[in-house]
């Protein structure tokens, strides 16, 4: 009798184990739209750039990633997600053009820093990730007033 005691007590740790190891994974997929919508609650609104057009507005939310680090990280409510894709430098097209990645690599513990703070924001993550854009192409933010941000993305556009 002990022994089936035993082996009923390893099933529930092993169950307990699995669930614990993919149970909120398979939740996480399981995300609709609808559900993605309800976080988020902002309208999320893309367009295609060239960095060339853009490269001031960038080079300056770059310059502020270290205070937008915080605004990120308080930020649980916004009207307007915009995210620019900058189809240019993305990866596949060679990366950023050199002004733009320079300013990229001079603030890059900031730009790190920024990523994880997205990833960690539940609106921020959800409204990249619906649009699918990883937190890595997340070049700057920029936030306009309280209600909206700009979010620059080294990708393209996925149709």
């Given at each position: 009798?002990?022994?089936?005691?035993?082996?009923?007590?390893?099933?529930?740790?092993?169950?307990?184990?699995?669930?614990?190891?993919?149970?909120?994974?398979?939740?996480?997929?399981?995300?609709?739209?609808?559900?993605?919508?309800?976080?988020?609650?902002s309208?999320?609104?893309?367009?295609e750039?060239?960095?060339?057009t853009?490269?001031?507005?960038?080079?300056t939310?770059?310059?502020?990633?270290?205070?937008?680090?915080?605004t990120?990280?308080?930020?649980?409510?916004?009207?307007?997600?915009?995210?620019?894709?900058?189809t240019d430098?993305?990866r596949?097209?060679?990366?950023p053009?050199?002004?733009?990645?320079?300013?990229?690599e001079?603030?890059?513990?900031?730009?790190?820093?920024?990523?994880?703070?997205?990833?960690?924001?539940?609106?921020?993550?959800?409204?990249?990730?619906?649009?699918?854009?990883l937190?890595?192409?997340?070049l700057?933010?920029?936030?306009?007033?309280?209600?909206?941000?700009?979010?620059?993305?080294?990708?393209?556009?996925?149709?």
């Open positions: 009798m002990p022994a089936f005691a035993d082996t009923r007590w390893l099933q529930t740790i092993a169950a307990c184990a699995f669930l614990a190891a993919f149970g909120t994974q398979a939740a996480h997929s399981a995300e609709s739209q609808e559900t993605v919508d309800r976080i988020v609650g309208d999320v609104r893309q367009e750039a060239r960095t060339t853009q490269t001031g507005k960038i080079i939310a770059i310059e502020r990633t270290r205070e937008n680090i915080g990120v990280r308080k930020t649980s409510r916004l009207d307007t997600v915009d995210i620019v894709f900058l430098a993305a596949s097209e060679g990366g053009p050199p002004a733009v990645e320079s300013k990229v001079q603030h890059q513990d900031d730009i790190a820093e920024l990523r994880k703070e997205i990833d960690a924001n539940a609106l921020l993550f959800n409204a990249i990730d619906s649009r699918r854009v937190a890595e192409d997340v700057a933010v920029e936030f306009d007033g309280s209600a909206k941000i700009v979010i620059y993305a080294a990708a393209r556009p996925s149709n």
